[in-house]
């Protein structure tokens, strides 16, 4: 993509960071995490009222959205973006994973963890991107 950018010259680019990508994306099936009551600190327990659900030094809480860490947390944030942006016409790309297409124009992106990298040919084209991931919810800052 960056081949692109540089030898042609209606092309251009730009970067995108989507806020809480991770953090916001609802998981398809609860989980749950253990952790050491000993790691929380009194403000916390008592904040909280933790004391009484404290089992063998451990507190369990269920966690319904992704976060940073856990192996499947990048799968299921792709493909919970792939089902939001499909209706408005942007697809991943069948044989290079990581890179999108629009349907009706020629912006592409590549999306690492929450990263993206957007070439482009038209401002409107990544202007009805950005428009599309405010009306799908997420949050956005532009280099």
Not at 45 to 68: A, P, Q, T
Not at 122 to 135: A, C, G, P, Q, Y
């Amino acid at each position: 993509m960056f081949n692109s950018v540089i030898s042609t010259d209606d092309e251009r680019f730009c970067n995108m960071d989507l806020k809480d990508f991770y953090l916001g994306t609802p998981l398809p099936n609860p989980e749950w995490m253990k952790i050491p009551i000993r790691l929380l600190s009194k403000r916390i327990i008592e904040l909280y009222n933790l004391e009484s659900l404290v089992h063998k030094g451990h507190v369990y809480v269920r966690v319904d959205k992704g976060m940073y860490g856990p192996l499947q947390a990048g799968r299921i944030a792709y493909n919970y973006l792939k089902k939001l942006l499909a209706p408005y016409g942007y697809l991943p790309t069948e044989h290079t994973p990581g890179l999108w297409k629009h349907d009706s124009s020629d912006l592409m992106f590549t999306l690492i963890v929450d990263d993206f990298g957007v070439r482009y040919t038209k401002k409107s084209d990544v202007e009805r991107l950005l428009k599309t991931f405010k009306e799908i919810g997420y949050k956005y800052s532009v280099d």
